[in-house]
């Protein structure tokens, strides 16, 4: 009988988890479940810290970001001897599954718990980076970009006023969906992503031509891990100062932070439900994740080593109707 259920979040925290959170909880005692929660990720297992969760302890999270359970990285549950007292730890408070919230490491870390020690474990796919295969979004991401979009409109308002270049800076270090999805959303001239190699000669031009054909300023859009280097490098790179004045804009953590969109919170929502479904349904090693607007188990193993196709279109169409 699965009667005692397992929570953590771990890896970067992602707006939605907590929305999750909530929803794991009351799906749980609507089922007459018990959960405990374990904090700071992985580390909340190997130093047995844990709190007993209620639908009340998780009132008035669905519309906070970061998460209540704390969020951390944890290089010892990547060690036998981290693991088997993780182990002991679930063992002692006789979880009879666990769901796991995070991104691919994360992941990666509950596919360990099930496939090895035999624990039955549910991951959800949580990461801003959207780079988990099996599942359209992962959560966190929507919430990315819409922080991001409306910093960047700011910017194009000064970079108007001014006649400026601005180079932005979003995160990603191997993803390039945050970067795809603002830059079509705020009409960039450029958007630079790991998936694809950048040719600087190639944006210079493209800049250039948008000033010949009387735009006064232009947006450009960096992943951080972009194979040409930060925003910084490309700027010194690309020597732009003839054609523009620019400015260098790194949005970072905010893109990490913030209430939900309702995107999110919904996404949270279904997903919390359904991994609470599927453990008492005794599915293991399995993500949740919707595609196409239904829901889908993908192995864990696949999720985090199969890599999610990158829609290269989006980047062709964001070009033209930048022109
Ligand atoms: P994210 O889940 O956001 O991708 P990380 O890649 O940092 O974040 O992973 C979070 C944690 O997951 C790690 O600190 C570690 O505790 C655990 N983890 C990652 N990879 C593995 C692995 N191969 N085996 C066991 N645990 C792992
Ligand atoms: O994986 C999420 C993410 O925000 C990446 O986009 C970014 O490169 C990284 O985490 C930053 O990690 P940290 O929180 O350790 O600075």
């Given at each position: 009988?699965m009667?005692r259920?397992?929570l953590?979040t771990?890896g970067?925290d992602?707006?939605?988890?907590?929305?999750?959170?909530?929803a794991i909880?009351?799906?749980?005692?609507?089922?007459?479940?018990t959960?405990?929660?374990?904090?700071?990720?992985?580390r909340?297992?190997?130093?047995?810290?844990a709190t007993?969760?209620?639908?009340r302890?998780v009132?008035?999270?669905?519309?906070?970001g970061?998460?209540?359970l704390?969020s951390?990285?944890?290089?010892?549950?990547?060690?036998?001897?981290?693991?088997?007292?993780a182990?002991?730890?679930?063992?002692k408070?006789?979880?009879?599954?666990?769901?796991?919230?995070?991104?691919d490491?994360s992941?990666?870390?509950?596919?360990?718990?099930?496939?090895r020690?035999n624990?039955?474990?549910?991951?959800?796919p949580?990461?801003?980076?959207?780079?988990?295969?099996?599942t359209?979004?992962?959560?966190?991401f929507?919430?990315a970009?819409n922080?991001a979009l409306?910093?960047?409109?700011?910017l194009?308002?000064?970079?108007?006023?001014?006649d400026?270049l601005?180079?932005?800076?979003?995160m990603?270090?191997?993803?390039?969906?945050i970067?795809e999805?603002?830059?079509?959303?705020c009409?960039?001239?450029e958007?630079?992503?790991?998936?694809?190699?950048?040719?600087l000669?190639?944006?210079?031009r493209?800049?250039?031509?948008?000033k010949d054909?009387?735009?006064?300023s232009?947006?450009?859009?960096?992943?951080?891990?972009?194979?040409?280097?930060?925003?910084?490098?490309?700027?010194?790179?690309?020597a732009?100062?003839?054609?523009?004045?620019?400015?260098i804009a790194?949005?970072?953590?905010?893109?990490?932070?913030?209430?939900?969109?309702a995107?999110?919170r919904?996404?949270?929502?279904?997903?919390?439900?359904e991994?609470?479904?599927a453990?008492?349904?005794?599915?293991?090693?399995?993500?949740?994740?919707?595609?196409?607007g239904?829901?889908?188990?993908?192995t864990?193993?696949k999720?985090?080593?199969?890599s999610?196709?990158?829609d290269?279109?989006?980047?062709?169409?964001a070009?033209?109707?930048?022109?």
């Open positions: 009988m009667k259920i397992g953590l771990s970067g992602a707006p939605g988890m907590n929305t999750a959170i909530r909880v009351r799906t749980a005692v609507h089922r007459k479940m959960i405990t929660g374990f904090l700071k990720g992985f909340g297992l190997i130093n047995d810290d007993t969760m209620t639908s302890t009132g008035g999270i669905i519309n906070r970061g998460t209540i704390k951390a990285r944890c290089p010892e549950f990547k060690t036998r001897q981290g693991q088997r007292r182990l002991e730890t679930l063992k408070h006789a979880i009879d599954g666990l769901i796991i919230i995070g991104g490491g992941l990666a870390g509950a596919h360990v718990l099930s496939q020690y624990v039955p474990t549910i991951g959800i949580a990461s801003i980076d959207n780079d988990l295969y099996g359209d979004f992962t959560l966190g929507d919430t970009v922080t409306n910093a960047i409109d700011k194009r308002d000064t970079a108007t006023s001014h400026r601005f180079l932005v800076q979003v990603g270090r191997t993803s390039g969906y970067a999805y603002v830059g079509f959303a009409g960039a001239e958007i630079l992503v790991p998936e694809e190699k950048t040719d000669r190639k944006v210079r493209v800049l250039a031509h948008a054909r009387g735009k006064s232009c947006i450009v859009i960096i992943a951080e891990g972009d194979d040409a280097g930060n925003a910084f490098r490309i700027s010194q790179k690309l732009l100062e003839e054609i523009y004045e620019v400015r790194v949005l970072g953590h905010v893109q990490r932070g913030g209430s939900p969109t995107a999110d919904i996404l949270a929502g279904r997903l919390g439900y991994a609470v479904m453990l008492r349904a005794r599915k293991t090693d399995v993500m949740v994740g919707i595609t196409a239904q829901l889908r188990f993908t864990l193993l999720a985090v080593r199969k999610k196709s990158f290269r279109k989006m980047l062709k169409i070009h033209i109707l930048a022109t």
